[in-house]
């Protein structure tokens, strides 16, 4: 079975990533600053469900990160749960805390990811946002970049996979899409607002003229 998996996700993300950026013209600048080996945290605006699989489209098969989801959304039925597990790769991230333990880590699997050294996939936002408008980053990232001081955080910029599948959409629409990968960070006490600040200022920059001039 697991051999049967492991092809069919190769499969599953040639003809993904083949009809992604045929539908989108996805245009992508910087793709030499994204992460080769080793454990990361690749952050990124969230507005569609597209977000993960263009992410995850710009790395090697033999090099996807792991999309760090939420559990009560993906676990609603039993093929939705064996699809994100064996397919997409998720790392289920439990959003209603668990009041019968009052010490649960919702990111402890995240963290167990980053300490075998894997790539993993965070939306600081928490959760699909409206086309194209940024909300106020959780304190998330801030916690996970504290536990792990020494691996790189990514940021990528996305644009227009928001009006191509906005929340609530079951199926994409053609639209160019922008994809911008940052510098690498590390983590510090002024991290959570300087995040903040970069996906602002790409928001407000995209407002104005379309284009990413950062």
Request: proline share 6%.
């Amino acid at each position: 079975m697991k051999i049967l998996n492991f092809f069919a996700r190769r499969i599953f993300f040639l003809v993904v990533r083949a009809l992604l950026w045929i539908l989108l013209g996805t245009v992508v600048r910087h793709r030499e600053r994204l992460p080769i080996s080793g454990a990361a945290i690749i952050i990124a605006n969230h507005n569609s469900h597209l977000d993960t699989l263009v992410i995850m489209g710009l790395f090697s098969l033999d090099n996807l990160p792991r999309p760090v989801a939420a559990a009560d959304y993906f676990y609603r039925n039993g093929f939705m749960k064996w699809f994100a597990e064996n397919m997409i790769g998720i790392i289920a991230l439990e959003r209603r805390k668990d009041h019968r333990d009052e010490q649960l880590d919702p990111l402890e699997k995240v963290n167990e990811a980053l300490q075998r050294g894997e790539k993993v996939i965070f939306f600081p936002e928490g959760t699909r946002g409206e086309p194209e408008r940024l909300s106020e980053f959780k304190s998330g990232i801030a916690k996970l970049a504290a536990k792990h001081p020494t691996v790189p955080i990514i940021p990528i910029l996305l644009y227009g996979l928001g009006k191509s599948m906005p929340k609530g959409s079951h199926f994409p629409i053609p639209m160019s899409a922008q994809v911008f990968v940052c510098r690498h960070k590390f983590s510090s006490q002024t991290l959570l607002i300087r995040l903040q600040r970069l996906f602002n200022r790409f928001t407000q920059q995209l407002e104005k003229k379309g284009k990413l001039f950062l």
